[in-house]
């Protein structure tokens, strides 16, 4: 090794780019970056260890390092406290330890709200306190696409209402995406054919390729932007021996977890998903992912969110401390809110429906969901305390088209619409919905004294007495004389319309409260009206 360290820069990150500063100010929840350039001729993905003690108001942290080529060492923090903080770097390179600095920590901007945490065991919020309730689409390698696909996604996004996208790290080898992605997370050792003149690739496991990850860490900071988290899926079974990425050797499955949680732990829109259809990835056996899971959390000094996805009804031991929420690929439970309400409580975690069903035309079950069907179990789960996860998969050629679900673009389905309304309504309530008589009954939530929504699926009516279970969750009992108006949501339609009338409930009458002179709301004779029944004060 040759001495010298070239130069140490610090670079901030903000929402919308990079700038550098001389007065050292971050945000907080924003991203520093120290950068040390030292002239090396290791391997300096597997022969340097670098770390840097980031030290501020009351707390510290341990950052790893990584080699980001070209001589180039980098460490990445993001501050939670606003303050002072000081930097020491150690590494078994003597030139690049015990380098040290400080900055200050600033308070956020207005739409910078920090990293999101698990809130009141079901339920989410940002570091800043404000809620969050996970509206998510899907597409899977949209990062793998070309460049102007790219764009097009993010302006599709940008339009949506959605605020997290199911993406994976790796590309993807099936029927509907075989695209071949322009760059690799590896370097290439060598080119053979096999044959039938196929090109198979040898990978050096010991020498990653940083340039892949660059592009993937400018799509993550490009969804912040836009206000979308990215659920990024660590692994996957869809390779099926072209890439073989999903059957790398353990030791290299741990140092790409730890290379990837080093360049990007410190984005703070990002969640882990260990893997999609982890039951699918037949190289890794359950110690496997046990032990993957642990490496992810160890390696994470935030703790971003995080969680694990199995195939149909595949349900992990998600009562494990290194899962955040649940993740499942299951319809069952939002079949009805009573469903979801009942996976809340065998959990008591946040339960997010990842994958029931995607909106589309294809021949396979799970990608036909009309979108009035996707629309009805998104609510179902919303309305019993849970969150689902939408996607769509409309196929008008064959399997080159650019179907969301896979490779992202512009929607051509029409239940995202019906998404951001409910987006909107679900955003307006003052607390995060539940079901207010678990077990009793199953169209009836609450956010809170005095707030309720009511969602009647398919079911058609052409009026409403009007009555409210006595039970309210975890809130106090309702009580007599109180008195609500009542607005009628076409949830399809996407319109709210006030009922005129004001109702007030009269004594309880086996566990449910009526009008006290049994007024009805009219209602229009259609499936998938809701109601919001809000307190007068």
């Known amino acids: 090794m040759k ?14 780019n990079i700038c550098t500063t001389a007065q050292q100010k971050i945000e907080q929840w924003n991203r520093l970056e120290l950068t040390l350039n030292h002239p090396f001729t290791g391997n300096g993905y597997k022969d340097v260890h670098l770390e840097a003690t980031f030290t501020g108001p009351d707390t510290s942290y341990v950052v790893s390092g990584f080699y980001d080529g070209n001589n180039t ?3 990445r923090f993001m501050p939670q406290k606003i303050g002072t903080w000081k930097y020491t770097t150690t590494s078994n390179v003597a030139e690049l330890s015990n380098q040290k600095g400080k900055f200050e920590c600033i308070k956020a ?19 800043d306190g404000k809620q969050y309730y996970p509206f998510g689409t899907t597409a899977y390698v949209w990062t793998h696409m070309g460049k102007e696909l790219q764009e097009i996604t993010l302006n599709s996004l940008k339009n949506s209402g959605f605020n997290k996208l199911r993406m994976c790290v790796f590309p993807k080898n099936y029927d509907l995406v075989k695209e071949e ?6 370097a290439i050792k060598e080119i053979s054919k096999d044959a039938n003149n196929n090109e198979i690739k040898v990978w050096n496991f010991d020498q990653f390729n940083p340039e892949f990850f660059r592009r993937l860490e400018k799509r993550i900071d490009d969804l912040n932007q836009l206000g979308i988290e990215a659920d990024l899926i660590l692994f996957h079974p869809y390779d099926k021996g072209r890439w073989g990425f999903d059957s790398m050797p353990s030791d290299v499955n741990i140092r790409y977890i730890k290379y990837l949680t080093a360049r990007i732990s410190s984005f703070r829109n990002v969640w882990w998903s260990l893997a999609n259809e982890w ?28 969680s694990i996805h ?20 299951d319809e069952s439970p939002v079949q009805s809110s009573g469903a979801a309400a009942m996976l809340r409580n065998v959990y008591h975690k946040p339960i997010l429906c990842d994958e029931v069903g995607y909106e589309g035309n294809l021949k396979a079950r799970w990608g036909r969901y009309s979108p009035e069907e996707m629309t009805h179990l998104i609510w179902n789960g919303v309305i019993g305390g849970a969150y689902v996860t939408h996607g769509e998969c409309y196929m008008n050629k064959d399997a080159t088209d650019t179907i969301f679900w896979a490779k992202g673009g512009e929607f051509k389905g029409t239940s995202w619409k019906r ?4 987006r909107k309504i679900v955003e307006e ?17 609450s956010a809170g004294a005095g707030y309720y929504i009511i969602y009647f699926g398919k079911q058609m009516n052409d009026s409403w007495l009007f009555n409210l279970p006595a039970k309210n969750g975890s809130f106090s009992k309702l009580k007599a004389g109180t008195r609500f108006k009542v607005d009628i949501i076409d949830t399809w339609d996407m319109t709210i319309q006030s009922c005129p009338l004001i109702f007030e409930t009269a004594a309880e009458n086996d566990y449910r409260l009526f009008d006290k002179n049994l007024k009805k709301v009219r209602i229009p004779l259609k499936p998938y009206i809701a109601l919001r029944i809000t307190e007068v004060k």
């Open 279 to 306: 039951d699918y990835v037949k190289s890794k056996s359950h110690a496997d992912w046990d032990l993957i899971a642990q490496t992810v959390v160890k390696s994470d000094p935030y703790r971003h969110l995080c």
């Open 109 to 127: 901007s207005a739409n910078n709200h920090g990293i999101i945490h698990v809130s009141d065991t079901y339920n989410f919020k940002y570091a």
């Open 310 to 329: 199995g195939a149909t009804a595949t349900y992990y031991e998600y009562w494990k401390p290194e899962f955040t929420h649940v993740s499942v690929q």
């Open 419 to 422: 998404i951001a309304f409910l």
């Open 3 to 16: 001495s010298k360290i070239l130069f140490i820069t610090l670079s901030f990150f903000s929402i919308l």
């Open 181 to 186: 992605p322009e760059i690799y997370p590896f």
């Open 429 to 445: 309530c003052p607390a995060p919905l539940s079901l207010a008589d678990v077990g009793r009954d199953n169209i009836t939530a």
């Open 73 to 75: 060492f980098k460490i």
